[in-house]
């Protein structure tokens, strides 16, 4: 796929594309080999920059966590030719030095998700890509420099800890995960990263911190009321964030050159006389860079 500008997209919560400016707007609805994603994806330009907002769990929640189709969001976001990936998130905090109203900008995760499809490829054409560094450094230079331009309290790097779900953290788990040295839980990022990575597309988490988790022996465990107090509190900031990124994005000369958008070199095993056409053919949308073109 050859990519004639850059499009940003954005996986969050509803509402993030209540942005002033924004223009040529439209829901488009996709479809894709693994099925629809979660919502219709919203697309809009603000000044120079496209972007692509989907709905994590769709509009008004409906979808929890463990049941995202997130093979489809990301191969959604891809085919109509996103080039980079901002994830926003809800998180809770694992240390004490990172409290509520907190955006982490997260550079390493614990998986420990064990229900969901974690993989574009499989029998027929196989692929390992390295997941090292699992996310996009230079895209997460852009956040930083918008949240320090904002003036927002935030954080460069932390290990996110992904939970299964849907119910929250014992206190053991919790106290586990904080040993660990986890920065922050959630239930979204895996295999989100994992699914970019193989799309080869620049992905960049920001975690926003709503609570405690439930170790804290001050603070209440954590509940809904709470999350979605800090949210609604968070919900500008966040907005104001996804549109400095987005300008970022489109001016970035260096991005073409990005090594997430390479990664498929080195990563298919398979050999070409013994992929199975079919598997081919549906993994197309998100390596066809690598695969080629249909004859």
Avoid at 54 to 69: A, K, W, Y
Avoid at 119 to 142: I, T
Wanted: proline letters at 6%; one cysteine or more.
């Amino acid at each position: 796929m050859q990519v004639s500008e850059p499009l940003l997209g954005v996986i969050g919560g509803s509402g993030l594309y209540e942005l002033p400016g924004l223009v040529e707007t439209r829901w488009v609805s996709v479809d894709t080999p693994w099925g629809a994603p979660s919502d219709q994806v919203f697309l809009g330009r603000l000044g120079a920059a496209r972007l692509a907002f989907l709905p994590r769990h769709g509009r008004g929640h409906r979808i929890p966590p463990s049941e995202v189709n997130y093979r489809a969001n990301i191969a959604a976001l891809k085919s109509l030719g996103a080039t980079d990936v901002l994830s926003l998130s809800a998180v809770g905090s694992l240390r004490a030095d990172m409290p509520p109203g907190t955006f982490v900008i997260v550079d390493q995760y614990i998986d420990r998700t064990i229900a969901r499809a974690k993989s574009f490829f499989g029998s027929g054409c196989v692929a390992h890509v390295s997941m090292a560094e699992p996310v996009c450094a230079r895209l997460g230079d852009h956040v930083q420099r918008t949240l320090q331009a904002q003036g927002v309290p935030h954080v460069r790097g932390g290990c996110y800890m992904v939970m299964e779900g849907p119910q929250f953290s014992t206190r053991a788990e919790s106290e586990l995960y904080r040993s660990w040295n986890c920065s922050v839980i959630g239930m979204t990022n895996m295999p989100e990263a994992k699914l970019a990575r193989e799309a080869e597309l620049c992905y960049c988490s920001v975690s926003m911190v709503t609570d405690y988790d439930c170790w804290h022996a001050v603070h209440e465990a954590v509940t809904v009321d709470a999350v979605l107090r800090v949210l609604l509190a968070n919900a500008q900031t966040a907005r104001t964030l996804v549109g400095g990124v987005a300008q970022g994005v489109a001016a970035d000369p260096h991005a073409a050159a990005c090594a997430c958008r390479h990664v498929l070199d080195s990563a298919l095993i398979t050999p070409p006389e013994a992929r199975d056409p079919a598997t081919v053919e549906r993994l197309r949308v998100i390596a066809e860079r690598v695969l080629g073109a249909a004859t």
